[in-house]
């Protein structure tokens, strides 16, 4: 073999070498980034992103509103876009949450921010409107969302939605679980609000009273721009799960609460049913 073949096989050797080392070097990089971009985003973040991929899921038959007449909850909002309120009914600033009680997502804010809200709903500072969706159902199979957010109306009839609410968030299962599907589950959780588990409770849980109302809810919810549960909005503006520069956080909603506020009165009149 001649020295120019030698040279040449020793130079191909080298350049894929070379060629190995550089696809290394971006796997590599490509891996740091992902990490990186996975500790920025956080917990609230990520919960954010498993919003976004249920919206865009492929949905399934499951959770099919019953048909029947329109019955809201004592006390809701309704129009287009119906919903469950609380806090005092002249509060300055309006936090529009989005919801399924079957939603990680949706559990993970909840659990973050549920003595904020609480505390700045009290303060007169902010009031609170409930979006009732059943996006899991639609994706996963199941009635849990649907079922979970009738008992959720049935408790607002009772002046216990806060209460509820807050319970089947803390006592959420698995996402892939149905176990919100079952009604005697649901009025099991009730056993944990006093006064709730009661004989108009339990008939209103069992007979789907408010099924048509949420499914109207959740009909709002597919119409609107959301990239999926939860979606949280102040004032109109999306602030979940960042707003501008600034990432959400319980300091930051106050904060946001606050400049909204700024030169206006403090909310006094009684606070809105549940």
């Known amino acids: ?13 080298r350049e894929r070498l070379q060629q190995q080392r550089e696809r290394d070097k971006a796997r590599e990089k490509q891996r740091r980034v992902l990490i990186v971009s996975a500790a920025v985003v956080g917990v609230l973040g990520l919960a954010a992103v498993v919003g976004v991929i249920a919206a865009n899921t492929g949905g399934k038959d499951g959770g099919s509103d019953k048909a029947g007449p329109v019955v809201a909850p ?32 949706c559990a993970s804010f909840e659990n973050a921010f549920r003595d904020t809200i609480h505390e700045l709903e009290a303060s007169g500072a902010l009031k609170a409107e409930y979006h009732l969706a059943t996006l899991i159902d639609r994706n996963m199979g199941g009635q849990g969302s649907l079922r979970a957010a009738n008992a959720a109306a049935c408790a607002q009839d009772a002046g216990k939605f806060t209460a509820y609410h807050d319970t089947l968030y803390i006592n959420q299962p698995p996402e892939q679980d149905d176990t919100f599907g079952d009604n005697a589950k ?10 709730l588990d009661t004989p108009a409770f339990r008939s209103c849980v069992e007979d789907g009273t408010h099924d048509s109302w949420v499914g109207k809810s959740n009909e709002a919810f597919e119409k609107g721009s959301f990239q ?38 403090p909310g006094t009149a009684s606070p809105s049913a549940g």
């Open 228 to 265: 999926g549960t939860p979606s949280v909005l102040l004032n109109g503006v999306s602030i979940f799960p960042s707003k501008g520069n600034e990432q959400i956080s319980p300091e930051n909603l106050k904060k946001w609460v606050a400049e909204a506020n700024k030169g206006k009165k």
């Open 74 to 105: 004592t006390g809701s909002t309704e129009g287009d876009k119906p919903s469950i309120p609380t806090g005092k009914a002249d509060a300055p600033s309006t936090l529009q949450i989005w919801e399924d009680f079957r939603c990680p997502a």
């Open 1 to 13: 073999m001649s020295k120019n073949s030698d040279d040449f096989g020793n130079r191909s050797a």
């Open 186 to 195: 649901l009025i099991e959780l009730a056993a944990k609000v006093p006064g």
